[in-house]
Nanobody, 125 residues
Framework: QVQLVESGGGSVQAGGTLRLSCPGS????????LAWFRQAPGEEREGVAT???????TYADSVKGRFTISRDNAKNIPYLQMNSLKPEDTAMYYC???????????????????WGQGTQVTVSS
């Protein structure tokens, strides 16, 4: 059974950086699609970035060039490096795993079947 626990959220000023991590436990997920999502109050959950087992990644247009997703398969940890943060990046951030897919990772939340509890990111102007 895969379990995920996010950490690394916090409050920063615009232009700042944060690095989110999501150590997995209970099973190795080195072969699964992993993703980061975010949800602001009153908004739908949106995909931020995905990464396949081979390291190939995709990004939402709103974060391209600013965010980087990566994974340490030896440690079962996905990361989300967030640079040049903007107030509109403020949201609860979630990591997720699709244990039925290893490549061509989707960005829709319904595709993911294991979720962390979320970590809050707040960016002030």
């Amino acid at each position: 059974q895969v379990q995920l626990v996010e950490s690394g959220g916090g409050s920063v000023q615009a232009g700042g950086t944060l690095r989110l991590s999501c150590p997995g436990s209970g099973d190795t997920f080195s072969r699964y699609c992993l993703a980061w999502f975010r949800q602001a109050p009153g908004e739908e959950r949106e995909g931020v970035a995905t990464i396949a087992s081979d390291g190939s990644s995709t990004y939402a247009d709103s974060v391209k060039g600013r965010f980087t997703i990566s994974r340490d398969n030896a440690k079962n940890i996905p990361y989300l490096q967030m640079n040049s943060l903007k107030p509109e990046d403020t949201a609860m951030y979630y990591c997720a795993a699709d244990v039925y897919r290893v490549s061509r990772c989707g960005s829709r939340s319904y595709l993911y079947n294991v979720w962390g509890q979320g970590t809050q990111v707040t960016v002030s102007s």
